[in-house]
Nanobody, 127 residues
Framework: QLQPVESGGGLVQPGGSLRLSCVVS????????IAWFHQAPGKEPAGISC???????NYADSVKGRFTISTDVAKQMVYLQMTDLTPEDAGTYFC?????????????????????WGRGTQVTVSS
């Protein structure tokens, strides 16, 4: 069963940084589109970043310049480096993968594009 597993969440002060990790066993993360989603309390998950097989990344406007998605193929890991965090960044972060296609079209950070989701990791931003 393909199951992303997230980790790295926790409590951070406003302005602080955090790195989330996602391990996807059994596949080469370089071959598929990978994305991170953020679910704020009381809201639906919203896409914040993705990385396509072409190596290009996309970001939601709310995180551009602050968040960076990256992969470590040898470790089958996907990371989300988050900086300059604000209380609005708090919530649950999900890693998701699209294995339906290996083409080189740019990734989208749309929920419906990703069939396999992790259970999420919680981020709290508070002083």
């Amino acid at each position: 069963q393909l199951q992303p597993v997230e980790s790295g969440g926790g409590l951070v002060q406003p302005g602080g940084s955090l790195r989330l990790s996602c391990v996807v066993s059994g596949i080469n993360v370089e071959y598929y589109r990978i994305a991170w989603f953020h679910q704020a309390p009381g809201k639906e998950p919203a896409g914040i970043s993705c990385r396509g097989r072409d190596g290009m990344s996309n970001y939601a406007d709310s995180v551009k310049g602050r968040f960076t998605i990256s992969t470590d193929v040898a470790k089958q890991m996907v990371y989300l480096q988050m900086t300059d965090l604000t209380p609005e960044d708090a919530g649950t972060y999900f890693c998701a993968i699209d294995v339906s296609s290996t083409d080189l079209t740019p990734c989208r950070i749309e929920r419906g594009d990703y069939g396999y989701w992790g259970r999420g990791t919680q981020v709290t931003v508070s002083s």
